[in-house]
């Protein structure tokens, strides 16, 4: 695949003449949720804020459902020039920036509340300096929900019940190590073959918010959800450092109202989304576990927030939002 065509007319236009009013370019926007879901409908309105704010100089064309890959792919082709702006869940994004992992931690938020307390503050500029660095500007941060265990064959009640059981990951290393810590298998799969693989027997389990198990069609295969609630983090919608320096200052300003703008939709459809999902998936013989006593299973997670602590890369972060 060749560089997007707002990469071309880019350089063509600094090697030509100053941006006329009359130019237009367009660039490629990654997303792996399907029309409706709460971040394609502020990644949609991002667009026509961009669309907007430039008189319709740029273009965001978004691609949905993950149409052009999965996350790492997406990660790739951003890299290689090929994709200008994704939504990026921070799990895997986390892999590529040490630092921002401390986020990912499981029992580390009570919800999202709590997170975007931290996150919209000092520590949000932290981290947004750290992605930078990485090749990532974050023009808004997004609700990544509060994730819960959902098995086929098996209710769970309490950590025991997860000796084990073949539970499919996002490719995070706190993902794979909680996994571990509960006793059962971590298997790492991308998003869209997660359904396929709880069909065919490859994994027991899968863990994900509401409005994903929902989205997914997940809750048909497996309806077992015991509401753990354990990782509470965020997504990011970012633009290529690439990408970003090919903007004038003022068209920067654009995408960053615009971004900013688009979260605050994101964030207000995401807890109506989430009551719909669990009374969507109830009615369809979903049976939901609400977990009583959260210690057991945060006492397993011990090593884990120990490991963070100890490391200088996260330790920063992790006092920050302990602190609070
Ligand atoms: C969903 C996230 C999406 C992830 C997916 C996953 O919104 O970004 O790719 O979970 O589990 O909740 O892979």
Known sequence: MTRTWFAEAMTAMAVAAPLTASAQAEMRAWNIHPDGYPVTVAMSYFAELVQQGTQGRLLVKLYSNGSLGDQ????????????????????????AVPSTKALTLPF?????????????????EHLEAKL???????????DGGARSFYCVNKAIHQPSDFTGLRIRVQQAETAIEMVKLLGAIPVVLPYKEVGDALKDGRIDCAENNLPSYESTGHFKLAKYIYLSNHTVSPEALVISVKAWKQLSGADQAVFQDAGRKSAAKMRALWNQRVDDARAATAKQGSQFATMTDHGPLIARMRPLHQKYIND???????FTILMD
Do not use: C, I
């Not at 790739?76 to 921070?90: H, P, R, T, W």
């Not at 580390?108 to 949000?124: I, M, N, T, V």
């Not at 930078?132 to 997004?142: E, H, I, P, S």
């Open 72 to 95: 790492p792919k997406a990660v790739q082709m951003m890299k290689a020039g090929e994709l200008d702006l994704a939504e990026f869940n921070l799990g895997p994004l986390s892999e």
């Open 108 to 124: 580390l938020f009570r919800d999202s509340k709590h997170l975007f307390r931290q996150l919209d503050g000092k520590l949000g």
């Open 132 to 142: 930078k660095d990485a090749g990532y500007v974050v023009l808004g941060w997004y």
């Open 312 to 318: 200088p890369l996260t330790r920063e972060e992790l």
